[in-house]
């Protein structure tokens, strides 16, 4: 088994590690070719049920919009006001295992095995860490989310500190506030990185510490034995693909949404479905050249450039804004999420069905279907860390940086919305008239240099789109090739084709709405298999060395 991981770019453990002896070799079930001049290695059923159910889907939506729209229209409020318990529930138990392994013995396992040194600087793996996980996400929702939960959601039943009239309501002012931040901090913080770091470290263990094929199913071994590389692999690895293409579609959606929106705002070019499709196009071709280059030579090298503009842009924010009460805010904000964190995660009793369905179910949902694309990614790069620096990093460090984004673009624009509601033009496209997209643009037009900075802000956008294109297409790739990372370059491009497509489809037969939804249809079976997955980490854990 090991000659076979070599051969397939996995590198072999070093020093003591429990590998698992198996029959199974690496691509036994491939179908390798030639069509025309280009060569296929892909794994069968899965490559081929996955895509012409991606195919079918593509061309459903595109010959019946209409009907497609409203049955997403049905399909989303219909899985978060069924089962919003379900993926808290979940969310919870992934946190809490995740708080369990960095104080438990087996922390100090090492990934790859005993004698195993990282593969990449701190410096290096926090980038691609960032710009593959939520890159666009905090973009499209760092001045939306706090703002919208200040006024609007009244999450945990704290009142909008705003009367009917639209006039403020002094004593509500704090109180609202500080939830705005907590409540968006909470979407943000310890249970979407507690999601990324079951999957990545499922992924990492079983491969690098135990010699098994770097896909979804062989996480399961503990559990299913042999059956793993028969059906009910498949199903496992199926789901997967299905879950991170559809996490990535909503994702390219939303970038999309945001970088017309921002190019309406900026330069006057329509806001318009023709406008985010040709956005779409194009950047799912720069996308294709960041694939042709690799791993080290695409993502890691837009993923550096990306931190730095994003750094950049966050000082500028912090400096330009009030910079005392940004900061007092981050305090604050910090504070009442860890005061509130029970609360927050309580899925029975409550009232507040906009923030808890509209809001966390989908986010939940929504972290879920991107883990097996980040988990994958990540454990990729995590080769040679020890199991408690290695949770420990993907679980409380970038939870602090989302709080500190969140603080500092959400705060500004709170400052904005709650100083002069009369003028504002985060209140009047977040809470007024309900304009996600236009929110980060909105908050910038109130600083020096809004021009400047705007246009920064959907490079920004546009950046992130290409590096989670590239590494979903990576990672969708390497499940569909069997656990082969060496498959041949068009297969990637069949994929990130793909992801640009869906997301053209679904914008069209929907937009937001139909995004989210489908996102929510791919978690919700998924949920079930990070769950099993906790106890498989747990087995392969218990053979380790320490």
């Not at 919003?84 to 919870?92: C, E, G, L, Q, R």
């Not at 989908?362 to 290695?390: D, K, L, N």
């Not at 939870?399 to 002069?420: E, K, P, R, T």
Request: proline fraction near 5%; charged fraction near 10%.
């Amino acid at each position: 088994m090991s000659d076979q991981t070599s051969a397939t770019g996995i590198p072999e453990p070093e020093g003591a590690s429990d590998i698992i002896e198996t029959d199974f070799e690496i691509g036994q079930h491939n179908l390798e070719g030639q069509l025309g001049p280009f060569g296929f290695d892909i794994h069968n059923p899965v490559f081929l049920i996955s895509s012409l159910s991606i195919v079918a889907f593509v061309v459903y939506a595109l010959v019946a919009p209409e009907q497609a729209a409203s049955f997403f229209g049905w399909l989303r409020p219909a899985l978060t006001s069924t089962f919003d318990w379900f993926f808290m529930s979940a969310a919870n138990v992934f946190v809490v295992f995740c708080l369990f392994l960095i104080v438990s013995p087996w922390g100090s396992v090492r990934l790859g095995g005993k004698e195993a040194s990282p593969d990449y600087s701190y410096a290096g793996w926090f980038a691609m860490l960032f710009a593959a996980g939520m890159g666009i996400g905090l973009m499209f929702f760092g001045v939306l989310e706090p703002v919208y939960h200040m006024a609007i959601s009244s999450p945990l039943g704290v009142p909008s500190p705003f009367a009917a009239d639209g006039s403020i309501i002094p004593e509500n002012v704090e109180a609202a506030k500080e939830m705005g931040l907590a409540a968006t901090i909470y979407h943000w913080g310890l249970h979407p990185w507690a999601i990324y770091a079951v999957v990545a470290l499922a992924l990492a263990l079983f491969s690098f510490n135990k010699g098994l094929p770097l896909s979804i199913r062989s996480a399961f071994y503990p559990i299913f034995g042999e059956r793993v590389w028969g059906w009910t692999g498949h199903v496992i690895d199926t789901l997967a693909v299905f879950a991170t293409l559809f996490g990535l579609a909503t994702s390219l959606g939303l970038g999309a949404q945001q970088a017309n929106a921002g190019l309406e705002h900026i330069y006057g070019i329509p806001n318009t479905i023709t406008v985010q499709v040709i956005l779409i196009i194009g950047i799912t071709s720069i996308a294709l050249v960041s694939v042709l280059r690799g791993l080290d030579g695409g993502v890691k090298v837009l993923s550096e450039i990306n931190m730095v503009i994003a750094a950049v842009l966050l000082l500028f924010v912090l400096f330009a804004g009030p910079t005392v009460a940004i900061l007092g805010d981050f305090v604050t904000g910090l504070g009442a999420y860890g005061a509130d964190l029970v609360g927050l995660s309580n899925p029975i009793g409550r009232t507040d069905d906009d923030y808890r369905q509209g809001w966390t179910a989908f986010y939940w949902a929504w972290w879920i279907s991107w883990s097996p694309f980040v988990g994958m990614f990540i454990a990729r790069v995590s080769r040679g860390r020890t199991v408690r620096e290695f949770i420990t990093c993907v679980l409380l460090i970038p939870s602090l940086v989302c709080v500190l984004w969140m603080a500092v673009f959400g705060g500004v624009a709170i400052d904005q919305v709650l100083s002069d509601p009369a003028t504002s033009a985060v209140k009047a496209n977040v809470i007024d008239s309900y304009s996600p997209e236009l929110s980060l643009f909105a908050m910038l037009e109130g600083l020096p240099l809004s021009a400047i900075t705007s246009t920064i802000a959907i490079v920004l956008v546009i950046v992130f789109f290409v590096t989670s294109s590239d590494s979903g297409s990576l990672v969708i790739d390497t499940i569909t090739a069997g656990g082969k990372v060496d498959a041949p370059v068009p297969q990637r491009v069949f994929w990130c084709t793909f992801e640009g497509l869906v997301a053209i489809v679904l914008l069209i037969g929907g937009g937001l709405g139909s995004l989210q939804a489908m996102v929510i249809s791919t978690g919700l079976p998924f949920t079930i298999v990070l769950l099993l997955m906790c106890v498989a980490i747990f087995k392969g854990l218990q053979t380790e060395e320490r």
